[in-house]
């Protein structure tokens, strides 16, 4: 028995932790209930991508308010989080993407939001002077860039224990009850209760939302990396590119991490997340074919990290639609990472003042209801 | 990508070697990858092209190896030389590059037999240019005949003195000889003799190398400890306690060796289970009598599952590929218990002297866990053994969790020449024990693959779907 909490938050990845770190802002008493440890997961081995770019139109204003947090996160957090606004490309091969990409920025600027910029091949090489020939131009984002995952999502853990919330790892929760205006956890920890219960565990969300009686059709999918051995800088930005699934970037010691969207073998129930050579190879041919540079590389590691994704790819975030008290954020469907810092203040928003004043209607559980 | 072996075997070593022939004569389809140029493994390394060493340096149990290598290049089985695996999957695919080009073969049963890897010796200055593993040293000696004169060498364990007699027989001038061995370490073996005279000439050879040494003139100081190299910007000398007090010599090659333990990189990344073993203080992959691990079709054969030499390794490697014989369907077990039971009788009797042996040559555990802070313990990332205890004070209990807090072991080399230390590491500062604290997870690709090589691989559909960056 846990006593003393007003809230328990089911999850210690980043979003547990600002979900955590903003309640507890507000004066809240925060338990964190985390069934392996903080940062485990895809908080810890993601890419590291700050990214408004490419969007989905939904998450644009979550994703804006976001980038303003990232640069001044140490007001936040204590810690720069390894934090580099290098900023963000999209590469377009053909004229027929760069005429899609010139339709996207046009959309997104008629929705109020300019920080997509086109540009033509000759700022390109400008920007990217190792690009391939055939590159014709590309959607770039200023201020964007990448952070340390690892770093991040314990430098959010850090400041939040600083604020009194207190974290049990190795704690899985297995039962959730609701009785007189308190929630019950059953976990390894014994029974833990608070007014308040958080849903923040990833590609496990589900299988919390679906003990409220609300179930999400979210897959556990395991997004693959890999990283090369260290080489002398040739890139910037962190580099996507509009017609295929690529994530390219240097860090600051050389080595290159590659990714993209290529899946490995998922078992969450396992805690297991396995690579797929197949997807391995189809990013190093988009990596090849983009930075020509790249084909001498040797790569020395990949991984693969678990995350929850869900039919339409954009995040639960919201309170429960059957349950009172109970709140979710989960399912990031592979882009979460930016968002953390500033979805835990939705968070903290809804569970104090019943509202947010950032547009998350498009998150609701119940759009899976029919 | 067409190639479907019934068996694939990683190593020409002396395991990979009898595993090929034994699982050949049965009749099976048998791919055999070692990236070296040629069969022979550690041991017998370089056994068809020795180079100006030859026999008479090398001894007798090197020139035992050309028979294997002569029934192994007349078994049948398809052998590919500079061929380096970089990932074995659960599924047995094995992920292969051969002459910079990258293959995935599928096979029935693996059997990995990649061999053993010198212990880490993290001593104050082993980072230093002129400092390097005698094993490295006679790689050199046996491959091109190179030898560096008036080296130091440093150490415990059987293979250091036959390195050192065979530099001797090679002409080579030897400084002098420290051995780490620790007192303590022969009341502990004393216990564990009876079983070992049983095999009194494996024994007896190991003292003939002694003195051997010794009639050469060289010193040989025992109870040796303290070691640290020291030098500016590259080893000039060699500082250790003896008797008491401290002493130092002047050495521009330091030779450092204490002992050998498996190479655990391909067996933890295909996910088979691993245990701490206590008595040579490394990890092993479980395995049952017949080298099949957790993991259904792989198999683990010789020194990379078990340090237990040469010629448990070569029985071993019989005794794998009967496992494997039988797990693809090629033998019944009858016939497989059948043919094991003389080879399992004989790696009884090979492995009389381990219990011995090791017990003997356990290296001290203040030469496998630095005492002092600013010893490097991870080479790649230069991460020291006081980092590794503050991060441990931060509350971080697993390699994996170090990794994360300050990249100990995540250089290229994943690991192999530090994970023994950062487990040992941890265990002490956490008050747990090493089965506890675990091992870093390995990645594939176990060994560097070139970027166009993997580009190159056959395209699938996997779907590429929405990009996280
Ligand atoms: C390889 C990879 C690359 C990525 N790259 C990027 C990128 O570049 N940019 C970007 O924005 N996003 C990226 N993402 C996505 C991003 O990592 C995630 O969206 C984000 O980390 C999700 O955070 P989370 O806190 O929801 O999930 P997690 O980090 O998975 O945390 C959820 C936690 O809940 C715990 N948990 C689950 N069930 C229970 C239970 N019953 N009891 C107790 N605890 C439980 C889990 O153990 C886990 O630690 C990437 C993801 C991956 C895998
Ligand atoms: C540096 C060193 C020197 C040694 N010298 C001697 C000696 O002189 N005398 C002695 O009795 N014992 C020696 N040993 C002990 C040795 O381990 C055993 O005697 C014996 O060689 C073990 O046989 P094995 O077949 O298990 O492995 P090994 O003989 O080590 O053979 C393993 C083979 O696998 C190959 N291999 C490993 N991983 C891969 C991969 N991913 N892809 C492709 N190929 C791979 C290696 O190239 C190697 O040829 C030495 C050990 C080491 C580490």
Known sequence: MTAGADAIVVGGGLHGCSAALHLAMRGARVLVLEKDTVARHASGVNAGGVRRLGRDLAEIPLADAAARVWHAIGDLVDDDCGFQPSGQVKIGETEAEMAEMAARVERIRALGFAHEVLIGADELRERLPAVAGHCRGAIVVDGDGHANPFRTTQAFHRKARALGVRFLEGTAVRDLARAGGAWTVDSAAGHSQAPVLVNCAGAWGAAMAAKLGEPVPLSAEAFMLMVTQPMAPFVGPVVGAWGRALSFKQLGNGAVLIGGGHRGLADPDANRAGVDVAGLAASARTAAAIFPVMRHAAVVRAWAGIEGETPDKIPVIGESATAEGAFHAFGFSGHGFQLGPIVGRVVADLVTDGATDLPIEAFRIDRFAN | MTARPDIAVVGAGPAGMAAAVAAAEAGAHVMVFDEQPGPGGQIYRAIETPGPA???????????????????????????????????????????????????????????????????????????????????AQIALKASGLAAADAVFAGTGPLLYLIVDQYLKAGVPVRAVLET??????????????????????????????????????????????????????????????????????????????????????????????????????????????????????????????????????????????????????????????????????????????????????????????????????????????????????????????????????GPCQGRLCALTVTELLAEATGRPPDAVGDFRRRPPVKPLRLAELAALEPDDTDGGDAGP
């Not at chain 2, 040469?310 to 014989?325: F, M, P, S, T, V």
């Open chain 2, 54 to 136: 030859g026999d008479a340096v090398l001894g007798a149990d090197y020139a035992a190896g050309r028979g294997l290598s002569r029934a192994f290049r007349d078994s049948g089985a398809e052998y590919l030389p500079g061929a380096t695996v970089w990932q074995v999957s659960p599924d047995r695919e094995v992920g292969v590059s051969v002459d910079g080009r990258a293959r995935i073969i599928k096979a029935g049963a693996v059997i990995v037999a990649g061999g053993a890897l010198e212990r880490p010796f993290p001593i104050p200055g082993w980072t230093l240019p002129g400092v390097m593993t005698a094993g490295a």
């Open chain 2, 181 to 410: 061995t620790p007192w303590s370490a022969y009341l502990g073996a004393l216990p564990r003799l009876p079983g070992a005279l049983l095999r009194a000439g494996k024994l007896r050879q190991g003292l003939g190398y002694i003195r051997a040494i010794r009639d050469a003139g060289v010193p040989v100081i025992r109870g040796v400890s303290g070691l640290a190299v020291a030098g500016d910007g590259r080893a000039e000398r060699v500082a250790y306690t003896h008797g008491g007090h401290r002493h130092e010599i002047a050495a521009e090659h330091v030779f450092v060796h204490q002992g050998v333990v498996p190479n655990v990189n391909l067996t933890r990344s295909i996910g088979c289970r691993h245990d701490w073993d206590p008595a040579q203080a490394c990890w092993r992959v479980a395995t049952d009598a017949w080298g099949a691990t957790d993991v259904a079709g792989i198999f683990a054969a010789g020194d990379g599952a078990h340090v237990g030499g040469a010629e448990a390794a070569r029985l071993g490697g019989q005794l794998a590929a009967l496992g494997a014989l039988c797990t693809i369907g090629r033998i019944d077990a009858a016939v497989r218990n059948n043919r094991g039971a003389p080879i399992q009788h004989a790696l009884a009797w090979e492995l009389r002297p381990r219990p011995f042996l090791d017990a003997l040559y356990r290296p001290a555990a203040a030469d496998r866990v630095p005492a002092g802070d600013d010893v490097v313990v991870c080479r790649c990332e230069e991460v020291t053994a006081g980092e590794v205890r503050a991060t441990a004070a931060l509350g971080c209990l697993g390699p994996n969790q170090l990794k994360s807090f300050c990249r100990a072991g995540m």
